[in-house]
């Protein structure tokens, strides 16, 4: 197939280009590089620097069978404080694509989302048919572009899957030796942080991380969240590629299960990496739940995905990542 990319120059996006071209798609990706960076585009795809308002019309004229989408805002801090930047690019950017996919016939998303739109859950695992309630613009804004996909298909018989996920870690390296993995101005997520502090680079004043709250109700005080591999999430995309049927919206989550504590995830980069990277214990965090992890049970039954790799596979894979963008 001829696949459309947004945000293909992105972390998740790049992964998933990847993969597409192992499996014998044509992949063009659409990127504005505002976050994403054009060496992390797959070499055998094509690349239009471009946004979805200005140039989705134009690349999807050429020819399309499907879209995977993943150009979004998605800091959760920056959203609180710039909501309107997040409503006009996640869900403005998502509609203004959508009408160009109307306008070239092309019928069949696949759409990343985010488990951030149920908010604080009333338990875990949190299953599809649980309450949304996000708590942030960003979350609010990626159930909107789902409510959205399911009035497409309603309407114009979009095929359209959505898929809601937490962490995402790991790093993934193609046939030809190509790394592709997780580089972020603001880095906000743990693994890439922590491993940070084992590079030679980092002044021993900075080496130590921060634990926000070692007083949980979880096995060792610290909360737990859910990670994934990077490859696993992708592998998932073109899972659900396949599924897209026109009139139909899927919503599916991607979960491992039983999710990692903060303090095992160190214990992991420190294993992996070999270095010490002392860690300090400070206040929680407002609104910090104890647990957040998702249930894959219904992808699982569905599409017979689940996520095979372990945590310290994901550590070792972003590690090899980081130290080779290091050289």
Same mark, same amino acid.
């Given at each position: 197939?001829?696949?459309?990319?947004?945000?293909?120059?992105? !972390?998740?996006?790049?992964?998933?280009?990847?993969?597409?071209?192992?499996?014998?798609?044509?992949?063009?990706?659409?990127?504005?590089?505002?976050?994403?960076?054009?060496?992390?585009?797959?070499?055998?795809?094509?690349?239009?620097?471009?946004?979805?308002?200005?140039?989705?019309?134009?690349?999807?004229?050429?020819?399309?069978?499907?879209?995977?989408?993943?150009?979004?805002?998605?800091?959760?801090?920056?959203?609180?404080?710039?909501?309107?930047?997040?409503?006009?690019?996640?869900?403005?950017?998502?509609?203004?694509?959508?009408?160009?996919?109307?306008?070239?016939?092309?019928?069949?998303?696949?759409?990343?989302?985010?488990?951030?739109?149920?908010?604080?859950?009333?338990? *875990?695992?949190?299953?599809?048919?649980?309450?949304?309630?996000?708590?942030?613009?960003?979350?609010?804004?990626?159930?909107?572009?789902?409510?959205?996909?399911?009035? !497409?298909?309603?309407?114009?018989?979009?095929?359209?899957?959505?898929?809601?996920?937490?962490?995402?870690?790991?790093?993934?390296?193609?046939?030809?030796?190509?790394?592709?993995?997780?580089?972020?101005?603001?880095?906000?997520?743990?693994?890439?942080?922590?491993?940070?502090?084992?590079?030679?680079?980092?002044?021993?004043?900075?080496?130590?991380?921060?634990?926000?709250?070692?007083? !949980?109700?979880?096995?060792?005080?610290?909360?737990?969240?859910?990670?994934?591999?990077?490859?696993?999430?992708?592998?998932?995309?073109?899972?659900?590629?396949?599924?897209?049927?026109?009139?139909?919206?899927?919503? !599916?989550?991607?979960?491992?299960?039983?999710?990692?504590?903060?303090?095992?995830?160190?214990?992991?980069?420190?294993?992996?990496?070999?270095?010490?990277?002392?860690?300090?214990?400070?206040?929680?965090?407002?609104?910090?739940?104890?647990?957040?992890?998702?249930?894959?049970?219904?992808? *699982?039954?569905?599409?017979?995905?689940?996520?095979?790799?372990?945590?310290? *596979?994901?550590?070792?894979?972003?590690?090899?990542? *980081?130290?080779?963008?290091?050289?």
């Amino acid at each position: 197939m001829r696949l459309l990319v947004t945000g293909g120059a992105g !972390y998740i996006g790049s992964v998933v280009a990847a993969q597409l071209i192992a499996a014998g798609h044509d992949v063009i990706v659409l990127d504005d590089l505002s976050t994403g960076h054009a060496d992390a585009v797959p070499p055998k795809a094509a690349f239009t620097r471009g946004t979805l308002r200005g140039d989705a019309a134009r690349v999807l004229s050429g020819g399309a069978d499907a879209v995977l989408h993943f150009a979004a805002k998605s800091l959760v801090g920056e959203s609180v404080a710039r909501p309107g930047l997040y409503w006009s690019h996640n869900l403005g950017g998502t509609l203004a694509l959508l009408e160009a996919m109307r306008a070239a016939g092309v019928r069949r998303i696949v759409f990343s989302s985010t488990a951030a739109v149920y908010g604080e859950p009333e338990h *875990t695992p949190i299953e599809e048919t649980d309450p949304a309630r996000p708590t942030s613009p960003y979350g609010a804004s990626k159930l909107a572009v789902d409510t959205a996909l399911a009035e !497409y298909a309603r309407m114009h018989s979009f095929g359209g899957v959505s898929l809601r996920y937490f962490n995402v870690a790991g790093a993934h390296a193609d046939d030809d030796g190509n790394w592709f993995g997780e580089r972020h101005a603001t880095e906000t997520h743990l693994i890439p942080n922590v491993l940070a502090k084992a590079l030679p680079g980092c002044a021993s004043g900075a080496r130590a991380v921060q634990i926000f709250g070692d007083d !949980y109700p979880t096995p060792d005080g610290t909360c737990v969240r859910d990670y994934i591999h990077v490859a696993d999430l992708a592998r998932a995309h073109l899972l659900a590629l396949e599924a897209c049927e026109p009139g139909e919206h899927r919503v !599916y989550n991607l979960g491992n299960g039983a999710g990692f504590s903060v303090r095992e995830v160190i214990d992991v980069c420190r294993e992996v990496t070999g270095q010490e990277i002392p860690a300090d214990v400070a206040p929680r965090r407002p609104g910090d739940p104890a647990v957040l992890v998702a249930s894959s049970a219904r992808i *699982t039954a569905d599409l017979g995905w689940r996520a095979t790799r372990d945590l310290r *596979t994901m550590v070792a894979d972003a590690w090899a990542f *980081t130290q080779a963008a290091q050289r």
